[in-house]
C-alpha cells in the first residue's frame, strides 16, 4: 500500500487542522491505519490509529480529547482532526499502516507516507 499524507501548516495554539492520507490499492479496509509525528529531536511517537473497520481506536494519552482519527474505506483515506492545537504538538505527522495489527501496535506499522508539518505558535 501506498500512502500520502496531506494538511499540515501554521496555526497558532487552540485552532484546528484536519490530516488526511490517501492510500493506494484495493485493500484499503484491511489495513489498520495510524498516525504517528516526530518533533525535532525525538523519536516517532504513534497518536493515533484505527481498525480496518473502524471499530477500534487509539490514542496517546497526550492527544485523548483533542484528536479524533476516522476513515472512510470507500474513499481510501483516513483522517486525523486536531482541536486544540498546542504548541507542543508541533511535529511531522506521518500516516502509517500495518495488516492484522491492533491500532495500539505501533512497532507493528510497516507502511509509511510522507510526512506533513505541522507547526503551532504559541
Known amino acids: 500500500v501506498q500512502l500520502q499524507a496531506s494538511g499540515g501548516g501554521l496555526v497558532q495554539a487552540g485552532d484546528s487542522l484536519r490530516l488526511s492520507c490517501a492510500a493506494s490499492?484495493?485493500?484499503?479496509?484491511?489495513?489498520?491505519m495510524g498516525w504517528f509525528r516526530q518533533a525535532p529531536g525525538k523519536e516517532r511517537e504513534l497518536v493515533a490509529g484505527?481498525?480496518?473497520?473502524?471499530?477500534?481506536?487509539y490514542y496517546a494519552d497526550s492527544v485523548k480529547g483533542r484528536f479524533a482519527i476516522s476513515r472512510d474505506n470507500a474513499k481510501n483515506t483516513v483522517y486525523l482532526q486536531m482541536n486544540s492545537l498546542k504548541p507542543g504538538d508541533t511535529a511531522v505527522y506521518y500516516c502509517?499502516?500495518?495488516?492484522?495489527?491492533?491500532?495500539?501496535?505501533?512497532?507493528?506499522?510497516?507502511?509509511w507516507g510522507q510526512g506533513t508539518e505541522v507547526t503551532v505558535s504559541s
Open positions: 490499492g484495493r485493500t484499503f479496509g484491511s489495513y489498520t
Open positions: 484505527i481498525s480496518g473497520p473502524g471499530g477500534s481506536t
Open positions: 502509517g499502516a500495518a495488516r492484522f495489527a491492533a491500532p495500539a501496535a505501533a512497532s507493528q506499522y510497516n507502511y
